[in-house]
């Protein structure tokens, strides 16, 4: 597709499961970004991909997150044992190599944690 | 280490109104700086950029200069419309083109008819 796509859009889980989500970025970009936004907390940084390998990891909360990326394209965010602090919205982003290149958004998940 | 600081609002104005939303940065190296704005319901979209001192962003009729001496990157419209109303967003990137942004935490823009 044109844009990078995320999904589910919306997940609603109960807290103590696990929860996926995917992020397809656009075509050739070798760099994806996860962020997540909530209230009050503004924009964080996750993680960062070059690749299939993450230099940067510095944002990822806790160890029940953690993501994978294959084939230098499709990422999944994985959320073990979820907790309600886990509700928020997480954005996927992409970006190409090529010098002054900016990163593009998806819409991001929304996900509840009940 | 980076971070940007940027007014916070809420921010409410008529339309025609002149729009300024303040955004200062700290950086170690020489970054480049952005504006990003979320519309209700929609995903973050590149509003305009700059890469270097001096430069002007501009877009859609949103300006912002980069100011390094005042490390600053305050956006302006000298006439908002409602279509206008959403959440901006000021990021600077760590003076390369790979790697993570370091966003403010967001303006919400209100602008009445």
């Known amino acids: 597709g044109a844009g990078v796509s995320q999904s589910p859009s919306n997940k609603v889980t109960e807290k103590g499961k696990d929860v996926e989500l995917r992020c397809d970025p656009i075509s050739g970009h070798t760099a994806l970004y996860w962020y997540r936004q909530s209230l009050g907390q503004g924009l964080e940084f996750l993680i960062y991909f070059q690749g299939n390998s993450a230099p940067d990891k510095s944002g990822l909360p806790s160890d029940r997150f953690s993501a994978e990326r294959t084939g230098g394209s499709v990422s999944t965010l994985t959320i073990q044992r979820t907790q309600q602090e886990d509700s928020a919205v997480y954005l996927c982003?992409?970006?190409?190599?090529?010098?002054?290149?900016?990163?593009?958004f998806g819409d991001g998940t929304r996900l509840s944690i009940l | 280490g980076n971070s940007v600081t940027q007014m916070e609002g809420p921010v409410t104005l008529s339309e025609e109104a002149f729009l300024t939303i303040n955004c200062t940065y700290t950086a170690t190296g020489y970054p480049s700086l952005f504006w990003y704005v979320q519309y209700p319901g929609e995903g973050l979209q590149l509003l305009l950029k700059a890469t270097k001192a001096d430069d002007k962003g501009s877009n859609k009729g949103f300006e912002a200069t980069y100011r390094k001496e005042t490390t600053s990157f305050h956006l302006e419209k000298g006439s908002v419309q409602v279509s206008d109303s959403a959440v901006y967003f000021c990021a600077s990137d760590r003076g390369s083109t790979l790697g993570r942004l370091y966003f403010g935490r967001g303006t919400q823009l209100t602008v009445w008819p």
């Open positions: 982003a992409s970006s190409s190599t090529d010098s002054n290149q900016p990163q593009h």
